[in-house]
């Protein structure tokens, strides 16, 4: 499969779907709206939402699990924006750019980005409870719901920020490292892909093999974003290059050098891959996703 | 009934609860998790969780339902300490002094600070998703996630804040601040009252009888709240004294005189126990709940 054509028509898939539930910056909220909204169609990758998508389509390509898996996509995109948002704020990481544009504080202001990240993390709620995702059973919502909490919460995505935090300036090692990745990144990439097979009814046995791949996948990701702010140029990433050297993190470059990072990187994709042995051809987007993720330029 | 005693009792019981379902301090993510309970177990009055299991007794008072609501009184306490937190920062309000403690970020830092709110807002859709709200059947679950995730959300609570920051230092009338005071506290506390009354079954008369007591409920609690910043000693509130003086804050006192807010409140009391009628002692602490909230002196 052309995996760039594939890329294209899932994210604008996703972009139709999310125009379609974000609300509009009209009435008394319209300020607040529109610093959620300036941040969430600032043309992201789309990665998570299209994993999920991918991930219920490896199980039930349909047209009807599609349309159940949408809703659940696009508040995966919102919680990884709000994430973004509060990631650049002054007192965290304290970046001007992202995605190629102002950062969200640097247009609505601290107060601003702040709460437009808390409304986006709540609105995703909103999603998944509300009447936009009703098609999907209510014990597999409350799942997806708790899978999400979870992989997005104080043992997951914020713990692993704050983790993140902790420990800039420090000489850290690979245990270290890899818990950052995990809990910072990796885990909700994984409940990106679970909350797709979920929708889809996969089994248990499908499911487990999918959190499987999310896992290999994930730390690809993020060896190949730890590569990129070496070896790209701003204007290529949309974010200052270099922003990890700069703050004095601890990469999987910094660590192994560029060579055994990339190496380590495909390992984890050939790892992905084989553990979607038991899937048919239903699960090469989620093959061709793989092998993207290691040959991305940004 | 005997109200301190009756608070007491309650608190203690919502915080035996919150102290078991909440995180321990240990492990990698020790230092994220004791942020999120520095300000979680802070001794506030805890009127959300209160509220909401008053709403469930008012349905029905046995001790199953009781127990089924008492985690989601504990995910409403941490959506409030969430709010206070990310409330308390330098880009927002900048208080040093909330519940008579140093306020989070001034003990861990701004980034600390809103990852521990970013936390706990993930935390509480965790319990409410986790198995520790099992008992409550799913689609009840869903409403009630749904509900409070609306509350909470850019239509109501955090909306109500960006509201809040954005007229600061602006002569507003009284339907911008009956707009903010609806949004940022009235719609959390009727989510409290309505999911209460959702756990125990309650019929869609119950449940509209019951959010007509917490919106006249709310707004008499925001009045009291605006006095008791005019009248009380820092002491007495464990917060600073005068504080929307200085931030140039449109309150009830400050549109309508000290006497007219306090008669204000008093009719929203009445308003308030007149929607119970359909309820019989059953709704006696709800009752008792409405007179405490307009004498309370912090």
Redesign the interface.
């Known amino acids: 499969m052309e995996i760039r054509t594939y890329l294209d028509e899932q994210r604008h898939k996703i972009e139709e779907r999310l125009a379609a539930l974000m609300?509009e910056p009209i009435g008394?909220?319209a300020?607040?709206?529109e610093?959620?909204r300036y941040s969430l169609f600032a043309g992201g990758k789309r990665i998570r939402p299209i994993l999920c998508l991918a991930g219920a389509a490896a199980v039930d390509s349909g047209e009807p699990t599609r349309q159940r898996a949408l809703p659940v996509a696009c508040a995966l995109e919102c919680i990884h924006t709000y994430s973004l948002i509060?990631d650049d704020?002054p007192?965290?990481d304290d970046d001007d750019l992202r995605r190629g544009k102002p950062t969200n504080h640097t247009i609505f202001?601290?107060?601003?980005a702040?709460?437009a990240?808390?409304?986006l993390?709540?609105?995703a709620?909103?999603l998944?409870?509300?009447v936009t995702s009703a098609a999907i059973p209510?014990?597999t919502?409350?799942?997806i719901?708790?899978t999400i909490?979870?992989a997005?919460?104080?043992?997951g995505m914020?713990?692993g920020?704050?983790?993140d935090?902790?420990y800039e300036g420090q000489q850290v090692g690979y245990e270290e490292l890899r818990?950052i990745h995990r809990?910072k990144t990796g885990a909700l990439i994984t409940a990106s892909v679970a909350c797709g097979a979920m929708v889809a009814g996969a089994s248990g046995d499908q499911e487990a093999a999918l959190k499987t791949y999310g896992n290999h996948v994930g730390l690809a990701f993020q060896i190949v974003d730890d590569l990129l702010d070496v070896e790209a140029t701003t204007a290529e990433l949309g974010k200052p290059a270099g922003s990890d050297l700069m703050a004095d993190k601890v990469t999987y470059p910094s660590l192994f050098g560029a060579e055994t990072s990339r190496t380590m990187a495909r390992e984890a994709v050939q790892e992905a891959i084989a553990s979607l042995t038991p899937f048919d051809h239903q699960a090469d987007p989620l093959r061709a996703l793989a092998r993207y993720i290691v040959d991305r330029r940004k």
Chains 1, 2 share one sequence.
Not at 109 to 112: I, L, N, R, V
Not at 152 to 155: K, N, R, W
């Open positions: 609300l008394p909220f300020q607040h709206i610093a959620m509060h704020l007192a965290m202001g601290e107060a601003g702040i709460l990240g808390d409304g993390l709540t609105f709620f909103e998944l409870s509300g209510d014990p919502r409350i799942r719901i708790q909490a979870h997005a919460g104080p043992l914020v713990g920020q704050s983790l935090m902790m818990r809990s």
